[in-house]
């Protein structure tokens, strides 16, 4: 009789799976954008363009990085950067605590991350990584478990969401880089990849800061997906780029005064807009991050489309009131402006568009366009093309001559077809 109370109370004692069971754990993020979905010549982007939506669009948590606990048990995992999963062997089903860290990783093992300090730039790593957690969880073995990270109701989710595609869809050759944005708190628009020593850690500590306006109420930029990865490109070319340091020639930054009779919307308004008028340097710099963002929403093809502060822009064609795409670009066609030396940074964005769609056998790969902005400095840092903030047009030129392996003649000769067409000289 004792031998048998014994054995009940023992069964009663095990836990269920008392053999070892498979978990699957798979992160999911329901994002909210305001720059989602915005035709232009009919067009949109490729991906998550219904993310302006109400009540969220549901997307893969890419590489989110997950902390289960159970009793005194603890590890970390790192989900797929594809489907967002991962599995974990554990012999009970009960009481597991889920933390999802607003921190994610590509399949080269760079990583972006959220962090609550604001637009501290005293640390590579500045403040703490935001998390959303679940407690005493039952897992269960026949099926995935999901965990959704609100991006509605906190919108500094959709921005690790969309930044988490970004390094997904394109980080070229660099590998085991980190990301940190943070917040300007109760200040809309104010975001940047520029302030303090965010572009100084570089050489250090493979690491680079960017700052995300954020306002509640408003329009915050944390839900604007193709402004994140414009920030995101700038972080991406520079680490490609290899050196600590901005990438604009001091005396080219806004100082362009247009003639008198340009067009108020060309005139240079001082905030990047994308028919400004400005020095070539900076036209440069900020078009390459804006066709890094539209390269990570669209698939390589002519056409294409990236929103910039919720207007839309066609990659093909200049002119999106229904007037056709003659050559010229904004510059010519528009601001009647044909001067050396400046351009409209859209222009610039078709130029980079036009060559990586390059009408050739062969085209220029993800990594030869993040060669191809390395080349320009690297030129210029070595001495082997100085450039100054009216020539990035021909230090273009002499990079896709004479700096980026493998090209074919016909990826070389269109170059100046490409830049003449756009204007971005």
Known sequence: MKTKMFLAALAASVPAYAHAATFTICVRANIQTTD????????DEDYYQFANQA?????????FRVQLTQGAWSDTFDS???NGCFSVVRNSANGFGVRVYGFA??????HVRIHSAGT????????????????????SSSGTNSYVLDGVANDRFTTIAAAAFGIHRYHGTISDKTISFGFVENDCDNSGSTHG?????????????????????GDPDTREKMLITHELGHAIARLHFGYDGDDILPTGDQEYVPPVGTPAACVNVGSYGM??????SQTFKEGFADFYSSRVWNAKDSRGTYVYRQTAYDL???????GGNTSGGVKVNVCNNNTSNVATKGDWLRFFWDWYNANCASQPSDNDMLTLYRMVRENDRTGTYNANYLNFDNATVYAIENSIAGLSDCEIDVIGEYMDWNSAD
């Open 275 to 280: 028919r400004s008028l400005e020095y070539n």
């Open 197 to 217: 020593s965010a572009e100084r850690y570089i050489e250090s500590d493979d690491a680079h800061l960017i700052r995300i306006g954020r306002c509640n109420p």
């Open 316 to 322: 093909e064609q200049w002119d999106t009131s229904g």
């Open 105 to 110: 990783t590509d399949d080269n093992g760079n």
């Open 55 to 63: 009540g969220g669009f549901e997307v893969v948590g890419r590489g």
């Open 80 to 82: 797929d950067p594809t």
């Open 36 to 43: 989602s979905g915005i035709a232009a010549n009919g067009l």
């Open 120 to 139: 501290d730039t005293a640390s590579w790593y500045p403040g703490a990584t935001y998390s959303a957690v679940w407690s005493n969880q039952t897992l």
